[in-house]
């Protein structure tokens, strides 16, 4: 699809290269990923708030995580199973729209690195100083470290997103399947030199300080564990940490790959189809990673099931 000349507010987006035969299953199943993306993450949340044994610093958290994969699943998904119903000639989306689809897009990638920076502060607070414990991590600090990681993200998504915007537009074309920031300036004919420092700024910045808190925090609690004699302490360090080691290394692979892929224009198919399961995959992860992994988040769904089953059997 070759770029036409802009006549309005209106723009064109590609769509997602299905055939026939295999359009009914991946539609199906895309759509059963978002359902259980939704319910479970919105579950979990729901379970946390209900249940007072649970509304600690760690699983409060928690909630951020989940409340921004339900975000980020809804951002996209929807959107990809319009399209995927949808003829060439009618797949369009109006500018104003696609600016707002970029915004959420990259504050939903900004906000995952933020709020894994602060459930990691709150494993080092934990295992590092567990006797200041309960008097560091108290619920102010909770929320301040809820809001200080989406106000950093919506601050430098902003001004990402913003220096786009204030580009004229020239074309009305967008090679992807959703609005991202590179694809609104890529509409300019503009000089985007600026867009670029900033957008290499803000990953360098972004990555830089997500990667070097986790590995410094999580380096300092191997050498605490190291040091420790409590195997009880190690065994359940070992546990919540290799989670979120295991859910910040999806993250960083999924985003990886979908870079690289940029790079390479004739794997264009393939970078759709992975950015679109880079909306899916880790949400579902998550809830399956943190509601299975974690013993008190497991035994309370046991439990939740364990009622509903005798409550069944008492109605019959």
Not at 11 to 35: D, N, W
Not at 122 to 144: E, F, G, H, K
Not at 213 to 230: E, F, M
């Amino acid at each position: 699809m070759a770029n036409s000349t802009f006549g309005g507010d209106i723009l064109i987006l590609e769509g997602l290269k299905v055939t026939s035969q295999s359009f009914t299953p991946a539609f199906i199943l895309l759509l059963l990923v978002y359902i259980f993306i939704v319910v479970s993450n919105v579950g979990l949340v729901v379970l946390i708030f209900r249940s007072r044994s649970l509304h600690q610093p760690m699983y409060l958290l928690l909630c951020n995580m989940s409340i921004n994969d339900v975000f980020g699943a809804t951002i996209i998904v929807p959107h990809v199973l319009r399209d995927l119903l949808t003829s060439d000639s009618e797949r369009n989306i109006h500018y104003v729209h696609c600016a707002t689809q970029a915004f959420c897009v990259h504050l939903h990638a900004s906000a995952s690195h933020t709020v894994l920076m602060i459930m990691a502060f709150d494993r080092y607070v934990a295992i590092c100083n567990p006797l200041r414990y309960a008097t560091i991590m108290t619920n102010r600090m909770v929320v301040s470290l809820s809001v200080s990681a989406w106000a950093v993200a919506l601050f430098m998504v902003a001004i990402l997103v913003g220096l786009s915007v204030r580009l004229s537009r020239c074309r009305s074309v967008v090679f992807n399947l959703f609005c991202d920031n590179a694809s609104l300036f890529k509409l300019s004919c503009e000089s985007v030199l600026i867009n670029n420092i900033y957008g290499l700024g803000y990953t360098v910045l972004l990555l830089g300080s997500s990667i070097g808190s986790i590995t410094l925090t999580y380096l300092r609690i191997a050498i605490v564990c190291l040091r420790s004699k409590n195997k009880v302490l190690n065994s359940k360090a070992l546990q919540t940490c290799a989670t979120h080691l295991a859910v910040y290394f999806i993250l960083l692979v999924s985003g990886f790959i979908i870079v690289i892929l940029h790079r390479f224009p004739q794997l264009a198919d393939h970078r759709k189809v992975a950015a679109v399961l880079g909306h899916v995959v880790l949400p579902a992860l998550n809830a399956v990673i943190y509601g299975l992994q974690i013993k008190e988040v497991r035994q309370k769904i046991m439990n939740l099931f364990h009622h509903n089953k005798i409550s069944l059997m008492d109605v019959k």
